[in-house]
């Protein structure tokens, strides 16, 4: 592979010494306060700024921890749930039935579009899953009317109704236990709107601004966006859980790989995201390398709804003749594993005794020849045009797959878009296959089988290979039902022997996921699973 004129100037400013930190400011206001500010260089654009309403990692890490809280959250330390807005809660003996104790003296965000008259109470936790769950409320049908997260689990069916008791007391009525339950609602997706400012944007008939201009209780709000370019946050000074050090945070958005390289080097950024040339970053005293074992998959997805893919013995075929090893080599730089089941090894219910499928063209050959394939087979892949951790360069993938297929006479097309239109058309099913991945929003196995390929996921979009198996759906609901971690651990193998027997997708790696930042920045931006914080950071 040839490195690129970019990436060898970049990797000589790396080997030279670092002038002093500043802000590349937009105005004076930037400059008077650079030291108390942030740039995060991001691979891509928010899609949305409400994360009930989408599940693009890219809006997940710029705006879920940043704008919004949760009534609970998980710990960074042991990932166990822990009070946010609601400081504490109360689980009936039968699981059916979750009280929350919410906080008072909690403050929404002052904006120039929004000035709130009364902090936050339980009215906002009614109107933020009301939204949701009733299609008559008013707010449902907002952008769309796709709650893809919350449509995933189950929630509407689920949850039977979520009443108010007092001011700062909410009670959810559950249809039957879920195991998963208080994970789902910790998750970056069960985030709290302010129902005073839906009410404004109701009267001033703009409701979809409640999506575009975000209020919530979170450590910054929002002071501009330019979609492509830049995300401007300013501090919010009323934080509720902890003094917010940063006063202005900026995502400069920079889809290129060597282009957030470079930014690093050259003091545009403070932070980049997904960073090459690792070994190199590691070895200039002033930067910083930073790693977490993510819980992810990245796989390639066939919809199965679409020939050739709609006969699993091509599935099959098509699975034997990729080279994973080579493609964690040259894709991942051995910083992944490779993957015999959706699930990461680190889960709980992860089968240690499944095996990869083998590296075997003659035996891809053989299944062709068994499915019928006279005349040679073509398809396009899919690649997605941002880096996630879970697949840190899509197109090369697919170049690589390319490359394996036409050893066995299989002609691949790949084929990309910009990320909206990507998901978009995504959604609508238009692809044959596609290398995508999944990042866990909780430690909880079923956050991915459920999302990934239960038959209520194919209906919101997340289930990217259109598979549906009565068999594995009613496997993972029972999973659900039980909180006996032994029954749990032997439904879920079945569910992912059932998997490696279809073929749906093929599982390729688990990967870590990677961050380079001055040494200037202190505090933990990463964690295991879900977006990235910038609450508890400092700059010296």
Request: glycine fraction near 4%; proline fraction near 5%.
């Amino acid at each position: 592979m040839k490195t690129s004129p970019w990436l060898t100037k970049a990797l000589s400013i790396l080997s030279a010494p670092l002038v002093s930190l500043t802000l590349i400011g937009c105005n004076s206001d930037d400059q008077t306060i650079a030291k108390d500010s942030l740039i995060y260089c991001s691979e891509g654009s928010p899609v949305s700024f409400n994360p009930q309403t989408v599940t693009s990692g890219t809006t997940i890490d710029a705006v879920a921890n940043q704008v919004y809280n949760r009534l609970i959250t998980f710990n960074k330390q042991d990932n166990s749930i822990v009070p946010a807005l609601a400081k504490s809660w109360h689980l009936t003996r039968d699981g059916k039935m979750i009280t929350f104790y919410l906080r008072k003296n909690v403050s929404f965000h002052q904006t120039d579009y929004f000035t709130p008259t009364r902090a936050f109470n339980a009215d906002d936790v009614l109107f933020s899953f009301q939204r949701i769950l009733d299609e008559e409320h008013p707010y449902h049908p907002v952008s769309g009317g796709r709650y893809p997260f919350f449509q995933n689990v189950g929630f509407t069916n689920l949850v039977d109704e979520v009443e108010k008791i007092n001011d700062y007391t909410v009670r959810f009525k559950l249809n039957q236990a879920n195991s998963s339950f208080l994970a789902n609602l910790a998750t970056d997706y069960a985030v709290i709107l302010s129902a005073e400012y839906a009410e404004q944007l109701a009267q001033q008939n703009q409701k979809s601004d409640i999506d575009t201009l975000p209020i919530g209780t979170g450590p910054f709000k929002l002071k501009s966006y330019q979609a492509g370019s830049v995300l401007r946050y300013y501090k919010h000074p009323d934080y509720w859980r902890n003094e917010v050090a940063i006063k202005q945070l900026v995502f400069d958005i920079t889809a290129s790989d060597t282009g957030r390289l470079t930014k690093l080097l050259t003091n545009e950024c403070d932070v980049i995201a997904y960073p090459i040339a690792a070994q190199k970053i590691q070895e200039n005293p002033e930067l910083a390398l930073e790693q977490v074992t993510a819980f992810n998959i990245g796989y390639l997805g066939f919809n199965t709804q679409k020939p050739p893919f709609d006969n699993p013995i091509i599935r099959r075929a098509i699975s034997h003749a990729i080279n994973k090893e080579a493609i964690i080599s040259a894709i991942y730089r051995d910083q992944a594993q490779v993957a015999t089941s959706i699930l990461p090894q680190g889960s709980w219910a992860h089968d240690d005794t499944l095996v990869a499928l083998e590296y075997s063209p003659s035996k891809a050959l053989e299944l062709l020849k068994e499915a019928g394939v006279k005349d040679g087979l073509s398809f396009d892949i899919w690649a997605m045009p941002v880096q996630r951790a879970y697949n840190p360069n899509a197109l090369t993938m697919a170049k690589l797959i390319q490359a394996d297929l036409s050893q066995i006479g299989v002609k691949v097309d790949i084929v990309s878009y910009e990320w909206a239109t990507f998901l978009r058309r995504l959604n609508a099913g238009e692809h044959q296959s596609v290398l995508l991945g999944w990042s866990a929003d909780h430690p909880d196995p079923d956050n991915f089988f459920t999302p990934l390929l239960s038959c209520k996921s194919l209906e919101t979009g997340s289930n990217r290979a259109f598979w549906c198996d009565q068999e594995f759906d009613s496997l993972i609901q029972l999973a659900l039902q039980t909180t006996n971690i032994n029954q749990r651990r032997a439904l879920y193998r079945q569910a992912q022997n059932i998997i490696q027997q279809e073929i749906p997708l093929l599982p390729i790696a688990h990967s870590r996921r990677f961050q380079a930042r001055h040494k200037a920045v202190k505090g933990q931006l990463l964690s295991s699973f879900g977006g990235i914080d910038f609450s508890e950071v400092t700059k010296l």
